[in-house]
Structure formats: C-alpha cells, structure tokens
C-alpha cells in the first residue's frame, strides 16, 4: 500500500480517487482536515475495502511511526501543507509548523522505519514531496523558464517553508541515503477548489455579477495546471522518477490574471448557454474585475522548464486552460 498525506486536500483528494479507481493497491489517508480539507470529495471510496482513513497531523511523530509499522508502506506520498500566500503574509507560523516541520517529522519517521525494512523493501521504498514553482521566485519577462538546477529565490513565507521542506527532503537522501523525489508543480486548478484560491473565488463572484478583486495591475503572470494533469504527473514521478531527483511540473498555459479572469468570464458564457433553464450569462469580462493593493513581495511570473519529467517519465499535460476552466465552471454551476 501507500500512505499519502493530505489526501483529502484539494489536490490530495483527485490523486486518491484516481489512484483507486486505477489500481487494486491499498491506500492509507493521513489529513489533519484543516480549513481547507475536502473530505466529502471522498465519498465515493469511503467504503473501499482498499480505502483508509486516519485523522491525524504529519506533526504527530508517534501516530506516523505506529502507521508506518502496522502499514509497511512501499510508498509516501506527501501532499500535506499550508499553500495559501495571503495567510502566510499574516502569520507565517502554521506554515513552517506544517510545511517544513511536518515534512521534516515524516523524513524522520521514514529513515527510521526503512532500518526495519529488509535492503530490497528499502531500495523499493519512495518518498516522494509536492513542492511548488514558487520556490524560484519571481522571473523577468525576458528570463527562460527554471529548470530543476535554478536557485531557490522564495520572496513569500509560504514559498520559503516550501523551500526549507525541499532541503530537507534533499539532504536525507543524501545524508541518509532515503529515496526520495520532488516535484515542483505550477498553479494548479479544477473542481472543488477552496474559494481563498483565485480560480475558484473568480466563478464565484462572476456568477454573482461581483467583480473580481485583482492584485495590482493584474498583470501577474501565472502557469496554469489542471489538477488531474498535476496528479498524473505525482503518480509518473513516483512510478518513473530516479531517487534523489526533482521534477518540475508546468501547465505550460501561462496568462496574465487579466487574462485569466476575461478567458472565465467566455467558459461561464459557454457552460450557462449551454444548460437548459439556466439563466444566461451576459457581461464583458471588464465590469467584473477590481483592482486592489498589491500584495506584499507579490511574484511578477513564475516559469517552469518541465522537459525532464516529460522524458523520464513520458508525462504531458492534457488539458488546455480553456477546456480545463470550463470542467470547473460546469462543476461550480452543478454545485450551485
């Protein structure tokens, strides 16, 4: 079996129900259900006999032992984390508490566990760590994309207890010889996403006829990936990927949040037309946006060179911006 954490996170939540619906291996779900936890998303396998869930923080040294031991996992898949830039400006605690402790609780809990473990079982093992693209920090418009090699540059707080995780995770495969991977995806986006991220917060309000709140100029620059493209990319990596390796995953669909927000308001046209009895949609993507005070240390563009995971693993995103922001405008009119 494998033990993911944070599964009924936003992006936790798609990789356990795909990971079920594609394989007979057992997963167990470690998700401490913060704020922002899903676990209605996992309904439809609450009653697998394959499927196990166990509430509980990454933190918690002596509940991950005592999993690790009863469960023998080949594999962690660590999702588990803050990911909200806004909150981290406010108080940056909970995301170095959560994000690099509890990264850095696991790796613990992992190396010790793989002593138990015959050689074979342990050269099986993986542990492999979702980053993010926002540890390179802000690019130029002129700069080339990142590859894995680029310097960390994290300008946030919850960029930088991403980054400290990274590290860590780096250093005991080096220290301790622990296989481990990481992967870097970009702004990933779908159905069921929490509304404090941009996507989600923009098909609320346009469907309200409220204007969209807009950093700045709205001119930021970011890399759109859609969540199953991202979760296929975490199982490709934990499948293919080398130990000791990182993985950058982009959408390559970057625009510009003004964009973004004209292209939402031409998916809410089409899907609204597009359903019976429902009232059509009508109003030019520029009455729905507001523009507010920058944010501080605010990234102007984030781009990632993704070739290698591309051909280690033989992964490509599937789903364009435009067919993805329509999958999640259905979702949202289909909840409403």
């Known amino acids: 079996m494998i033990l993911v954490t944070g599964g009924c996170g936003f992006i936790g939540a798609r990789f356990v129900l795909d990971w079920l619906a594609a394989r007979d291996e057992p997963l167990l779900n470690l998700d401490a259900l913060t704020y922002a936890a899903q676990p ?9 006999a394959r499927y196990r869930f ?18 023998r996992p080949r594999a ?5 984390a803050e990911t909200h830039v806004d909150r981290a400006i406010a108080d940056a605690t909970v995301f170095a508490q959560s ?16 002593r138990t473990r015959s050689a074979a079982e342990a050269a099986a093992f993986r542990f492999l760590h979702c980053s993010t693209d926002e540890v390179f920090g802000s690019r130029a418009p002129g700069d080339a994309p990142c590859d894995e090699e680029a310097p960390y540059r994290p300008r946030n707080s919850y960029a930088a207890s991403k980054a400290a995780a990274d590290h860590f995770v780096a250093a005991f495969h080096v220290t301790h010889g622990l296989p481990t991977l990481i992967t870097r995806g970009s702004n990933t986006y779908g159905p069921g996403q929490h509304r404090e991220k941009l996507v989600a917060l923009a098909i609320e309000r346009i469907l309200a006829g409220d204007p969209v709140p807009l950093y700045g100029d709205g001119l930021a620059v970011r890399d759109w990936l859609y969540v199953d493209d991202h979760v296929a990319a975490l199982v490709a990596a934990l499948e293919h990927g080398v130990p000791g390796e990182s993985y950058n995953v982009a959408g390559h669909q970057a625009v510009t949040n003004l964009e973004l927000v004209a292209r939402l308001v031409e998916a809410i046209r089409i899907e609204t037309r597009a359903r019976p009895g429902q009232r059509i949609f009508a109003g030019d993507a520029a009455r729905f946006i507001r523009f507010v005070a920058d944010r501080p240390g605010h990234d102007r563009r984030y781009a990632m060179d993704d070739r290698k995971l591309r051909s280690q693993a033989g992964w490509a995103p599937n789903i364009t911006l435009d067919e993805g922001l329509r999958a999640t405008v259905r979702a949202a009119l289909g909840a409403s």
């Open 40 to 48: 209605q998303a996992l309904a439809p396998v609450e009653r697998d």
């Open 54 to 71: 166990v509430l509980g923080d990454v933190c918690d040294r002596a509940l991950v032992d005592a999993l690790l031991a009863e469960h």
């Open 76 to 80: 962690i898949v660590h999702l588990a």
């Open 99 to 114: 994000n690099t402790l509890g990264t850095l609780t696991l790796l613990h809990a992992a190396h010790a566990h793989l």
